[in-house]
Nanobody, 124 residues
Framework: QVQLAESGGGLVQAGGSLRLSCEVS????????LGWFRQAPGKEREFVAT????????DYADSVKGRFTISRDHAEKTVYLQMNSLKPEDAAVYYC?????????????????WGQGTQVTVSS
């Protein structure tokens, strides 16, 4: 089993920044990719960003490209999402996801474990 614990959400004004963290624990013997998704009220969960096992490759949703940066720290078993120039439409619950494969993935069904989520609220 793998556990994911997100942190770093909160309330921020439009144009501001937040950094989300997700700590991975449990059985992580093999290489794995990580991702961030988000879900706003009344909407489906959507892809935000993903990073491969060694951190050399990333992919982003068009809506966040140039504003968000995903990164990972192997020693800390943590993945980060730096969010800059936040917009009201970025407000959502953000979820960290773990994939039992070293490769990137954009679709929720490709991930095997999920965190509980952290709320991001952006005021206009």
């Amino acid at each position: 089993q793998v556990q994911l614990a997100e942190s770093g959400g909160g309330l921020v004004q439009a144009g501001g920044s937040l950094r989300l963290s997700c700590e991975v624990s449990g059985r992580t013997d093999n290489s794995y990719a990580l991702g961030w998704f988000r879900q706003a009220p009344g909407k489906e969960r959507e892809f935000v960003a993903t990073i491969n096992w060694d951190g050399t490759s990333t992919d982003y949703a068009d809506s966040v490209k140039g504003r968000f940066t995903i990164s990972r720290d192997h020693a800390e078993k943590t993945v980060y999402l730096q969010m800059n120039s936040l917009k009201p439409e970025d407000a959502a619950v953000y979820y960290c996801a773990f994939r039992e494969s070293p490769l990137l993935a954009r679709y929720a069904y490709e991930y095997d474990y999920w965190g509980q989520g952290t709320q991001v609220t952006v005021s206009s």
